[in-house]
């Protein structure tokens, strides 16, 4: 389709012509054919194979909450059902992403700083070697909720070893423990943990696809005992890869399903640039001629898991470090899974004064994080951290998590709370709901903008099914003007049944709103996140 403009001039005929035969500014070899957007079904790239957001700390408290509250986050997070008006109920996560808890919460003195009681896990496992599996009863019931909801899909981490295993006694570092916080006599034990923890889930009927037993390795997690905030342990690349290869063996003989996923980086650039002993690592666990070297373990997956956190400055760096990825992770045959994003930093602010922000401005943020993590860095799976949240200072409610909680009591004995909506809930959305497991995303031309305008400006992003005929477009509208998208090549390459879109709109008044919109009369309000649906003739 070609949208015209019209060229109103006087045209002097020349090379000797009468000067009074003017040609008709209407004669159409004068029309000017601007561009539309162009849908190349042929040019495909990744698979999706899913999107998730984590129960976190947070989760194993929510899940012990009465039936009515529990299960309204529940139907918000996993659901794919409508309301008789076909506005979604839920944003239709297809993976959970749960934490295998070190014991802090078991701990006489956790080291943990008193207001931060939230943040503390407790163990499946006691110091003894026996196991409760009644232990972590919140963040088991999300994981039978979710299951309940089709969700097929998990995946297992944690923060650090179990504290009985750690060399002081802690599940964060101290400042005489400089990397991996846990004994080396005890290495096995950590290994065995982790297999019988999965098996056990495994056994219940769960699909666990990935274990991450080393998270944000790159940082210190150093903390006074009694102001620690949360688990964590440095390790270095060469502990890593001397534990995984423990790991890896205790899968095989317990006959765990899972794949080990490693390394899970505290930022995308460290997954394939720098010179430090906890960085390089997909060049350093991959190469073959590496001494940290394990791409060959039988129980490893091809998953690279990486956070996007502060990995978007600047737009130009945002594009670099995506691509640089890609690249890497293409020459090994890797895929990438974006595993925790959460509005960290003071990028979201782009220079502008966030006392004018609305909910929305938030949204349209993560959107274009999400949308640059597909679209330039192939990611076949994102998730967001956490799932909840209950931090009211300042504009947090809006940057940490898609659940707004608050409890009853400030304290581990709290009973029950209130639960909000986050707009960041409904903008993932727009992708999870709709962005199904196995559809391949394809390339969507726009002429309009070129890389760096787009994700400052207009995204779009196409994906459609494998086994069927749908497809899906999502558009990000960070501008203050509505847009009208002319499908450029539209009834040449491809038609839709009945010349309709659905349409889910996520703005300041809407949360995945449908509407229905015809192919030529595609409008993309100013300041929204719009999700297109249709089935190809």
């Known amino acids: 389709m070609y949208r015209f403009i019209l060229v109103f001039a006087s045209i002097a005929i020349l090379m000797g012509c009468s000067s009074d035969s003017a040609t008709d500014p209407n004669d159409p070899k004068f029309d000017t054919p601007e561009e539309g957007v162009t849908l190349d079904f042929n040019s495909t790239f990744q698979v999706i194979d899913h999107f998730g957001a984590s129960g976190g700390f947070q989760g194993q408290w929510v899940g012990k909450w009465p039936d009515a509250t529990r299960n309204r986050a529940a139907e918000w997070l996993f659901s794919t059902e409508a309301d008789p008006q076909g506005n979604p109920k839920g944003i239709g996560l297809s993976l959970w992403r749960t934490m295998i808890g070190e014991g802090s919460a078991d701990q006489a003195n956790s080291g943990f700083k008193a207001s931060n009681w939230f943040r503390e896990m407790e163990c499946y496992m006691a110091p003894d070697g026996s196991f409760d599996w009644t232990k972590q009863a919140g963040e088991q019931w999300f994981m039978s909720k979710a299951k309940e909801y089709g969700i097929n899909k998990f995946t297992m981490w944690t923060g650090s070893p179990p504290y009985f295993m750690t060399k002081n006694g802690y599940v964060f570092s101290t400042s005489d423990v400089p990397t991996f916080n846990c ?157 925790e994003y959460s509005l960290l930093g003071t990028a979201y602010q782009q220079n502008k004064d966030i006392s004018t922000f609305q909910e929305i ?88 903008y070129g890389e760096s305008a787009s994700v400052e400006n207009f995204m779009i992003s196409g994906y459609k099914s494998t086994t069927s005929k749908e497809i899906v477009l999502v558009c990000i509208n960070n501008t203050d003007s509505s847009r009208t998208i002319a499908l450029d ?24 709103r449908k509407s229905i919109m015809d192919f030529d009369g595609l409008s993309i309000p100013s300041k929204s996140i719009v999700t297109l649906k249709a089935t190809l003739k």
């Not at 608050?406 to 959305?429: M, R, V, Y």
């Open 183 to 339: 004994q080396p006599d005890k290495y096995d034990d950590f290994a065995n943990f982790l297999a019988d923890v999965v098996k056990n889930y495994e056994d219940k009927g769960y699909n666990i696809s990935t274990v991450c037993p080393f998270n944000e390795t790159q940082y210190e997690w150093n903390a006074e005992v009694g102001n620690a905030q949360q688990s964590g342990t440095r390790a270095t690349n060469a502990e890593i890869a001397a534990v995984t290869k423990i790991i890896d063996n205790a899968f095989t003989q317990k006959g765990v399903n899972a794949k080990i996923m490693i390394p899970e980086a505290a930022q995308l650039k460290y997954l394939f640039e720098g010179s430090g002993n906890t960085v390089n690592q997909v060049n350093d666990f991959f190469n073959s001629s590496s001494a940290n070297y394990i791409g060959d373990l039988a129980n490893l997956s091809k998953y690279i898991a990486g956070h996007s956190y502060f990995s978007n400055g600047t737009t130009t760096e945002s594009l670099r470090q995506r691509k640089s990825l890609r690249t890497t992770l293409a020459g090994y045959g890797l895929d990438f899974w974006q595993t």
């Open 361 to 448: 401005d938030y949204a349209l943020w993560l959107s274009r994080i999400i949308h640059t993590d597909l679209v330039f860095g192939n990611a076949t799976g994102w998730s967001f951290w956490t799932a909840f949240n209950q931090s009211t200072f300042g504009d947090h409610p809006f940057r940490f998590n898609l659940i707004l909680y608050q409890p009853n009591s400030n304290e581990p004995a709290h009973t029950d709370g209130a639960i909000d909506d986050n707009k960041l809930l409904w903008a993932l959305g727009n992708f999870s709901r709709f962005v199904r497991p196995g559809m391949v995303r394809f390339e969507v031309k726009d002429p309009d």
């Open 489 to 512: 090549n539209y009834g040449e390459d491809f038609e839709v049944v009945n010349g309709d879109f659905e349409v889910f709109t996520t703005s300041a008044g809407s949360n995945l």
